[in-house]
């Protein structure tokens, strides 16, 4: 499950993350600038990570008649949702990268690698069935989410709307 949902999340994200790491970085000084790149980013890879979320469940039974593993099949189901989690948390990210808050931005890196243990420890103590350490990928993801966006668009900048959100991706 775990190198499935690496994967396509990686095709979910589809390497925008390395476009907002470089404008962001060459926008560090204009907050609206980096607001409707990191915003821009967000809403295309929400709709990119969601196709991939849909392929993915509707793949899910193929794949694990594949690998005969009948559990992948629901470990799969239940990691899926976290794609658009890690899909958007790639972004953020990569914005704070752009913006040289390097601390925070270990933090957000490590934390990843934090709470998949604890979840799986908490899965393991509440004594689930196996497909259910998947959940330690989409927990994760939507704690690190909210997190990130907490201090992105509490203390970085705030959310981009309008004519500059929609300009931010498409050629001129």
């Known amino acids: ?63 694990s008649r594949l690998l005969t593993s009948p559990e992948l099949e629901e470990g799969l189901l239940i990691a899926v949702p976290g794609l658009i989690f890690f899909s958007a948390n790639k972004i953020l990210n990569n914005t704070l990268n752009g913006l040289r808050h390097m601390r925070t931005y270990a933090v957000m890196q490590s934390l990843r690698f934090v709470l998949i243990p604890v979840v799986v420890a908490v899965v393991t103590v509440a004594r689930l ?10 927990v994760t993801e ?16 705030a959310w981009s709307t309008g004519t500059q959100l929609r300009q931010e991706f498409i050629p001129h």
Do not use: E, N, W
């Open 1 to 63: 499950v775990y190198a499935l949902f690496l994967i396509a999340g990686q095709l979910g994200v589809g390497g925008l993350q390395f476009s907002v790491l470089q404008r962001v970085s060459y926008h560090q000084d204009d907050p609206a600038k980096c607001s409707a790149v990191t915003s821009s980013a967000l809403l295309l890879a929400t709709v990119s990570a969601s196709a991939i979320m849909a392929f993915m469940a509707l793949a899910a039974p193929a794949i």
């Open 142 to 157: 939507i704690i690190l989410f909210v997190v990130l966006v907490l201090y992105v668009y509490g203390r970085v900048f």
């Open 129 to 138: 069935r196996t497909p259910y350490l998947a959940l330690s990928l989409t």
